[in-house]
């Protein structure tokens, strides 16, 4: 039934008139092919059960999706940059609680909305390393995330300080340092990061600059494009790739060693 009355509203132009209508409205390349997916395959349906013509079908499924002109740039920071803005262990709640924020952001390279859900009983061990284990992600997608020693040990100190021992992780911390039952969102996590940055000097810094870091970090260190991918919980290795916001190494060139030198 839905389908059908969905095949109903296809009109021939449809698909070619949606990127022009999208750009109108100033939508993201990559917003664009998102909704011309959605009609392709819903043209595809239709034409396996009758309801739409092949030829319309296969016109709709011609048409082109929007170009990306360029990528977008984001922050990465430097292990010194990093450091600086982890910072020394703090004496106070608040202070524990954030370091630990931000070092899963940087260690782990979690998104908000990732980082406000976690539990608990999330942290388990898997092949003799802690890991934050059937993370729901973005889609509904869920991935396992391994959690790096010291990152553990801010979550530790926090967790110590504070008392939780079950439920959600973070709570909601007062200006006395007071802790209380509430969860936080994903705006006081970009408080949190917006704070840190300022005491570190660094400019323009949002939480997503955290998992790009990560990502990049992860490849300076040699770990596999393949591994980051996992890490992040990214369905392309493109969009992983984007991520490391690569450069090209003169000084290192790649083919340098490519075992031809004394010919």
């Not at 007071?178 to 006081?188: D, E, L, M, Q, R």
């Amino acid at each position: 039934m839905v389908l059908l009355r969905a095949s109903s509203l296809i009109q021939p132009n449809c698909c070619t008139s949606l990127p022009v209508l999208s750009r109108t409205e100033n939508l993201a390349p990559s917003t664009i092919n998102v909704r011309l997916a959605a009609v392709r395959r819903l043209a595809y349906e239709a034409s396996d059960t009758g309801l739409l013509s092949p030829d319309l079908a296969a016109g709709i499924r011609r048409v082109k999706g929007a170009k990306r002109l360029g990528v977008r740039i984001g922050n990465w920071l430097t292990i010194d940059q990093s450091r600086t803005l982890l910072g020394k262990p703090s004496d106070s709640i608040r202070g524990k609680r954030d370091r630990a924020i931000l070092a899963l952001l940087i260690g782990c390279g979690l998104r908000r909305a990732e980082l406000v859900g976690l539990r608990t009983g999330d942290f388990q061990l898997r092949e003799e390393h802690c890991v934050i284990a059937g993370l729901v992600g973005k889609g509904k997608h869920i991935r396992t995330v391994p959690v790096p020693a010291w990152a553990k040990r801010a979550v530790d100190e926090w967790t110590a300080a504070s008392g939780v021992n079950s439920g959600t992780i973070f709570r909601r911390v007062s200006r006395l340092d007071k802790i209380s039952g509430a969860g936080i969102t994903a705006k006081a996590i970009w408080h949190v990061v917006k704070a840190a940055a300022r005491r570190a000097d660094i400019k323009n810094l949002a939480p997503h600059d955290l998992r790009r870091t990560c990502a990049r970090l992860c490849h300076l260190a040699g770990g596999e494009l393949e591994q980051i991918q996992f890490l992040l919980g990214h369905l392309s290795v493109q969009t992983t790739e984007r991520y490391l916001g690569c450069k090209q190494r003169l000084s290192q060139a790649v083919n340098d060693n490519l075992g031809l030198e004394d010919t």
